[in-house]
């Protein structure tokens, strides 16, 4: 693809200007539409496509269509945190998409704040509440997420907001099977990186709560400036050591998901010296249980868990 190329989608012709990020499904670049401004435009990544064996090709059209048919699907008072859909088809037999143009994603905003900056819990509760939503609309129209993490939550500049984005790795609800390996390793559940049996024949079982504990794995990122839970750099440093193998080396040598020094520094960036955040703190291990069982059974729950942080906060400050 180069800049100056047309791409003609179901509504109108979009002339690409700068590529904007890519991922191993997806190419998204700045393109114009006259009359409509700027777009992000989603194409296949073909380069990383030819390369796959020729029995997994399919997966890149399959990541597309999972992700169109999502957001075609949705009601226009369900993109509040959630990436609008403003066209799609197909360009050079591959499915193609055109998305509302946000600012930067998450990982970039964090990374450009002074080195471990906490960004304080009033704005960690309100990213993730807003989170939490958008993983409710998934889970409302009958999807598990499985890929949340820093670089798939865009900025929404008009309002400061959170918007999801990226929907390829989507798996059905509905469909209770062991599936095959789906997500980013330093960002999963353990059900998600362990899978079903020890040669991993089976595949990984998971279910809607494997995105909570990405959620709290993504609030505990935000309070203390970035920082990674041990366990998840563990689980993604033996991925790409050893790919799907990593999880049976590092069933050897287990790492706590949450040590107690981790959630002693969790504790004082969230407090900062100016409140109660024992509350947060318990939201935090609710979300990273490492049972599935044992997590917040729906959204709502923790929203529940949200406002009772907010609310010790507020009354001890």
Sequence with gaps: MESGEIVTLGAGHYRLCAPLAQSSYGLVWRAERDGVGAVALKLVNRAQMKRAEPSLRARWSECAVREIAFLAGLAPWDARHIVRLLDHGMHEGLP??????????????????????????????????????????????????????????????????????????????????????????????????????????????????????????????????????????????????????????????????????????FLACAANGEGDAHAALALLRSLLARRPQDRPPHALAISRLIAAAKNDWREAA
């Design 96 to 265: 193609a998409l055109a998305l509302e143009l946000l600012g930067g994603d998450l990982a970039a905003h964090m990374a450009a704040r002074a080195a471990g900056k906490p960004v304080g819990l009033a704005q960690a509760l309100a990213w993730i509440s807003q989170v939490n939503a958008a993983l409710a609309k998934v889970h409302q129209h009958g999807w598990r997420y499985l890929d949340l993490k820093p670089a798939n939550l865009l900025l929404d500049p008009a309002t400061g907001g959170l918007k999801l984005a990226d929907f390829g790795t989507n798996r059905s609800l509905q469909d209770a099977r062991a599936h095959s390996y789906a997500g980013t390793a330093s960002w999963q559940a353990p059900e998600q990186f362990f899978p079903a049996c020890p040669d991993a024949s089976l595949g990984y079982v998971t279910d809607a709560r494997a995105d909570y504990f990405a959620l709290g794995a993504l609030f505990y990122y935000l309070l203390t400036g970035g920082a990674t839970l041990r366990y998840c750099s563990a689980c993604g440093d033996a991925f790409r050591a050893h790919g799907r193998a990593g999880a049976a080396q590092l069933r050897e040598h287990p790492v706590p998901i949450l040590a107690e020094d981790e959630a002693a520094r």
